[in-house]
């Protein structure tokens, strides 16, 4: 997997400042990346150009395609001239599964239920969440914190958003960060997951807003906490509640509201 695009490109611009001037901005790149299963073409996603590997494996485990990360035994990306190619060879038992399989998803970045076959897929219920993970208030500005200095391609773009996440047993975070806020979970379901990280022993932080689909996403990976710099959807927030995830948003430097479980605020700070 090499000469894979770079993550940011430079691009001239006549900047305005009273007076124009020629000058230069770091943009994110995006970039077609088609994931496919036994040579099968099941998604093709606008995707920031990185970190492949875990966004492969991360939407493959949040879509239901596999089970557990050993459903996929064999990962290659393949650059082609329309794009990358993300090709997965499953283990027999689940490329029988996927045959029957009447969804396919084609869609930009940002849109996460595109291409769905029927309204019953996009309502269905989350999964159910089992955390006994608690989390002191004071800690959760320090989790921002901690995400908000790691997120390094924003920081040079100022174009991308960031998902985290943070071991509450290892004390470890990892951050991942794309054009589309879906692929950004993804990448960072699927990196915690290749590290054999228990969803129930983790908290989600987002930059973005929180939407049905990204809740469905993390009940499937087992998080108990989600917490979001920005608004959730009232779906999401019912969407929360059924799955029994604690559900915190609107969350900045002098506070933050809770939506849902509010029972799993209180704990030990992290």
């Excluded at 089970?67 to 027999?92: H, N, T, Y």
């Excluded at 084609?106 to 309204?119: E, I, K, N, R, Y």
């Excluded at 054999?196 to 108990?224: D, H, P, Y």
């Excluded at 608004?231 to 509201?257: C, H, K, N, Q, Y």
């Amino acid at each position: 997997m090499t000469g894979l695009p770079a993550a940011g490109v430079p691009v001239k611009v006549t900047a305005w400042r009273d007076e124009a001037a020629p000058g230069e901005r770091l943009l994110p790149e995006e970039t077609a990346i088609a994931l496919t299963y036994d040579r099968a073409t099941f998604a093709v996603m606008m995707a920031t150009p990185s970190d492949l590997r875990d966004f492969a494996f991360g939407f493959s485990l949040s879509e239901g395609i596999v089970g557990c990360i050993d459903d996929i035994v064999e990962f290659e990306a393949v650059i082609l001239p329309a794009g990358i190619e993300c090709r997965m060879s499953l283990a027999p038992a689940r490329r029988a599964a996927l045959q029957t399989r009447r969804r396919r998803i084609a869609g930009p970045a940002g849109c996460g239920l595109c291409g769905m076959d029927s309204l019953a897929e996009a309502i269905k219920a989350p999964a159910p969440v089992s955390s006994n993970l608690k989390l002191a208030a004071a800690s959760i500005r320090a989790l921002l914190q901690r995400m908000q200095a790691g997120q390094e391609l924003n920081r040079q773009t100022r174009g991308v958003h960031a998902a985290a996440c943070f071991h509450a047993g290892r004390g470890d975070m990892l951050i991942r960060e794309d054009v589309g806020r879906h692929n950004a979970v993804d990448k960072m379901i699927g990196a915690a997951s290749l590290r054999k990280w228990n969803g129930a022993e983790c908290v989600a932080v987002m930059t973005s807003r929180v939407s049905i689909e990204l809740i469905q996403k993390l009940a499937v990976f087992g998080c108990g906490i989600l917490i979001a710099v920005s608004v959730p959807s009232a779906r999401a927030v019912r969407e929360a509640e059924a799955a029994g995830m604690t559900l915190i948003a609107v969350a900045r430097d002098d506070g933050f509201e809770v939506f849902t479980h509010h029972e799993r605020i209180g704990g030990a700070a992290l």
